[in-house]
């Protein structure tokens, strides 16, 4: 199994930047896929951006695309979630998760194995 930890959330104002963490431990960090998700309140779980093992490959919602960009530094054993012009409607809880059984980014949910605690961003207008 792999252990999860996000870090980097808090309150910013609506046009700012803030750039989520995820260090990752117990399992070989460059031998599976990563992905960011979200959940605002009273809505499902959505998808936001996902890395190929080897950090070449990025896959975006449509929500995000333009604004947030997902990285990996397989030496730090951590993936990066750069967010910009933050608007309100981003206010979530973000999660990090890994996908041990694919080489390239998805954005399936139910396809990740292990997830972290999430961190909160909350961006006010």
């Known amino acids: 199994q792999v252990q999860l930890v996000e870090s980097g959330g808090g309150l910013v104002q609506a046009g700012g930047s803030l750039r989520l963490s995820c260090a990752a431990s117990g399992r070989t960090f460059s031998s599976y896929a990563m992905g960011w998700f979200r959940q605002a309140p009273g809505k499902e779980r959505e998808f936001v951006a996902a890395?190929?093992?080897?950090?070449?490959?990025?896959y975006y919602a449509d929500s995000v695309k333009g604004r947030f960009t997902i990285s990996r530094d397989n030496a730090k054993n951590t993936v990066y979630l750069q967010m910009d012009s933050l608007k309100p409607e981003d206010t979530a809880v973000y999660y990090c998760?890994?996908?041990?059984?694919?080489?390239?980014?998805?954005?399936?949910?139910?396809?990740?194995?292990?997830w972290g605690q999430g961190t909160q961003v909350t961006v006010s207008s």
């Open positions: 890395v190929s093992l080897n950090g070449y490959r990025t």
């Open positions: 998760a890994a996908n041990f059984g694919a080489v390239q980014p998805v954005s399936r949910e139910r396809l990740y194995n292990s």
